[in-house]
């Protein structure tokens, strides 16, 4: 018989990074769960993807155990890294902080795929160009 699931919890933490400590452990916590067992976890399976953000979206179930997945990095986080900007614009429509190719758009669109909803790779472009927009950081025509 399947185990009962309890809630799940959606996190994003730094990959090979995650303590005990906030956001982790207050998250985690109130279910019981083992802390340092999910952050052990963790940072084993993530330890290769650098310091990248990466959600995590953890199933607890009514015995206090856990299973949890990761998903594929922010498209904001992405943007940022093809471009080696640290963050995005504050003034988004006025201070430009950056140019993406398109050869660089749908790479990005291709690797967030998975977690997007649709298989569709014009329609991918467009909601990663619509964040790329709201980030400062203009598309090539």
């Known amino acids: 018989m399947a185990k009962k699931i309890k809630t799940k919890i959606k996190l ?3 990959a090979g990074k995650a303590t005990p400590a906030p956001p ?7 279910h019981g769960l083992n802390i340092m067992e999910f952050v052990n976890a963790f940072n084993e399976k ?3 993807m650098g310091d990248t ?3 995590v979206e953890v ?3 009514e015995d206090r155990t856990f299973t949890f997945i990761t998903k594929v990095p922010p498209a904001s986080e992405l943007i940022r890294k093809a471009l080696g900007i640290p963050k995005g614009s504050s003034i988004p429509h006025k201070e430009k902080v950056g140019k993406l190719t398109l050869d660089q758009l749908r790479q990005i669109a291709e690797q967030k795929m998975p977690d997007l ?11 990663i160009a ?3 927009e709201s980030m400062g950081v203009d598309i090539e025509k």
């Open 12 to 14: 994003q933490v730094s």
């Open 24 to 30: 982790v452990g207050t998250a985690l916590g109130p």
């Open 46 to 48: 993530t330890r290769e």
């Open 53 to 55: 953000i990466i959600p």
């Open 59 to 61: 199933t607890v179930y």
């Open 117 to 127: 909803n649709t298989d569709d790779i014009e329609q991918a472009m467009r909601v």
């Open 130 to 132: 619509g964040t790329a």
